[in-house]
């Protein structure tokens, strides 16, 4: 466990990619395996589920620290990170443990839960004193599940390629999956991923996937597409789902669904196991699973909102009803594996062309192809992207027609772009606001926005809630609204504070839709703060007429 908190000071300490690099090397090149095992996974964005209960953790912090409850939430006010919280105020210990990390996940940790709270109130004390403060803090957020540090699942990608001298695509290829919920890390498992290549390892994949090729975002005007990208013409334009993007990986007689976070969604979505008796061994299909419900004529609008797919997610058990009202496709746009052979290395355009042909060979309902949108010019193709809110739809993705499928975010092998919409807007009004995390765990940050019930000159009329934002502030923009939100507050609730309204925000957001849970009746997907409108009085606000036109 010591060596993993230093890993992880040495982590947090610097911004500096290549210190990070080295830092992950050394460690890996120490650990032993099992060590490794788990620090691969937490390094690579794994969240174990919740241990212990929050409460009980307070709980059991202030008793040991002997604070007065008030005075530990002040505490927790001021740092922002209950873990850091806790183990700042716990009393000094000296480091008496030498098990490592593994041990301490295995059998001190993952043992927690589902323990009757007496006995985890009997456990914690002893394991907590074994722990020097820094090691004491890493404990505390493997607990939580609050562990984050400044490395991306890329940068310990290439590590462990460094370490052994291997090319980081394949890496990130035996990566895939190890974060799963499903996956428990072992020395096994870690041995793989810095294994040496043989020529039999795609013959093993059984279920697991490829890395998600990703897009950048595309900003720049329409004028200047000549020049950045060249012709249309070396370009496939799709339109952006607003769905869920996965892989449909068939082998073996087996379908595996699984989620761009890496995560085997197989048994949410029961429509597209049909699959796996249609389509023949050795294929990898990428795509965008998506509620579709063509209307009655055939050319009505098919794919609906995100928010009724989102419904599904939420759910432990899918009831014949869920399934009903909210049916699922899988809208295919890529084809990664085609009889046992990888594709990922042809051409854009070659892989296009296999999957039109296996979409026609297969007709499966649930199964469907993303369509091509042809266009003379860049201006063409602007003209029907502004179709995309009436279709249901973000933009439009623009592929290079030359580009291989690449790994993460890169552009080595070829270049996807997300051409998004510009964002639904409105003008809110700032009515609470709440301390931050990390860094701005000092500032009100975390914010609650309204707008008006009713339009401007009705008597009595009041601010009704509807987002919350965090982003979108420069840093000396943020100093000035906690500053203001200080003077103006008129009440506390905890850690929230509610103001005065006299601040107002243009709020941006990707998707809208009706909700029973919120008492605006509306729900908004992605809610940013776009600019501070000092132009602007509260009373000039937008109101609820303003939200509901946008659902239309």
């Known amino acids: 466990m010591k060596a993993f908190a230093e890993l992880y000071l040495r982590l947090d300490g610097t911004t500096s990619s290549n210190a990070k690099l080295l830092a992950l090397r050394e460690y890996f090149s120490q650990a032993p395996a ?7 996974y937490f390094l690579a964005g794994g969240r174990p589920r919740q241990l212990v209960p929050t409460r009980l953790l307070r709980e059991l912090a202030i008793e040991l620290s002997g604070l007065p409850d008030w005075l530990f939430e002040e505490s927790y006010q001021s740092v922002g990170d209950l873990a850091e919280t806790i183990s700042l105020l716990l009393p000094d210990s000296a480091h008496a443990s030498d098990q490592g990390l593994a041990e301490w996940i295995e059998q001190h940790l993952l043992p927690l839960r589902g323990q009757p709270q007496e006995e985890v109130r009997a456990r914690l ?7 020097d403060r820094q090691s004491l803090m890493l404990c505390l957020k493997l607990i939580t599940g609050s562990f984050r540090v400044g490395v991306s699942k890329l940068l310990v ?5 460094q370490l052994a001298d291997l090319d980081a695509k394949r890496v990130a290829q035996r990566m895939v999956g190890y974060t799963d919920l499903s996956h428990k890390p072992s020395p096994a498992s870690y041995l793989k991923l ?3 290549e043989s020529a039999d390892e795609h013959s093993q994949r059984g279920g697991q996937p490829y890395p998600f090729f990703l897009a950048h975002a595309l900003q720049a005007p329409t004028e200047q597409f000549d020049a950045l990208l060249g012709p249309v013409s070396d370009w496939q334009a799709e339109w952006k789902w607003d769905g869920i993007r996965a892989q449909v990986v068939k082998r073996e007689g087996q379908l595996w669904i699984w989620s761009r976070g890496e995560e085997l969604v197989t048994d949410r979505f029961p429509e597209l196991h049909s699959l796996a008796s249609s389509l023949p061994d050795g294929t990898v299909l990428d795509g965008e699973i998506l509620v579709w419900k063509p209307g009655s004529s055939g050319d009505d609008v098919a794919v609906q909102p995100f928010a009724l797919l989102q419904q599904r997610l939420g759910r432990k058990t899918l009831g014949k009803k869920l399934l009903g009202d909210a049916p699922v496709v899988l809208q295919a746009y890529d084809l990664l594996e085609w009889q046992d052979h990888d594709w990922r290395s042809r051409p854009q355009h070659e892989r296009r062309a296999q999957l039109e042909r296996v979409v026609a060979e297969y007709p499966q309902v649930p199964l469907l192809l993303s369509p091509l949108l042809t266009a003379d010019s860049w201006a063409d193709l602007a003209e029907q992207r502004e179709q995309s809110r009436n279709l249901g739809v973000e933009g439009l993705m623009l592929k290079q027609r030359d580009a291989l499928y690449g790994v993460g975010r890169t552009k080595d092998m ?7 919409i510009d964002p639904f807007s409105v003008d809110a009004v700032l009515i609470y606001a ?20 009713a339009p401007a000159g009705t008597p009595g009329r009041a601010l009704v809630p509807f987002a919350k934002a965090y982003s979108g502030l420069s840093d000396a923009e943020m100093r000035k609204v906690d500053a203001i939100v200080r003077k103006t507050t008129v009440e506390t609730f905890g850690p929230v504070r509610s103001v005065t309204p006299t601040l107002v925000f243009e709020l941006g957001f990707e998707g809208i839709a009706l909700s029973k849970r919120h008492k605006s009746g509306i729900a908004v997907r992605f809610p940013r703060m776009l600019r501070w409108r000092l132009d602007k009085p509260v009373e000039e606000a937008d109101d609820l007429a303003t939200l509901q036109a946008l659902l239309s």
């Open 414 to 420: 070829g270049l996807w772009w997300k051409w998004k």
């Open 434 to 453: 709440q301390r931050g995390h990390g860094r701005r765990a000092s500032l009100y940050s975390d914010y609650t926005f309204a707008v008006w019930d």
């Open 125 to 131: 004390p002893v394991l907590w004193a074994q722990l």
């Open 34 to 40: 099992q060590d490794a095992a788990w620090a691969v």
């Open 157 to 161: 990608t290439r590590a462990l390629a």
């Open 194 to 196: 810095i294994a040496a």
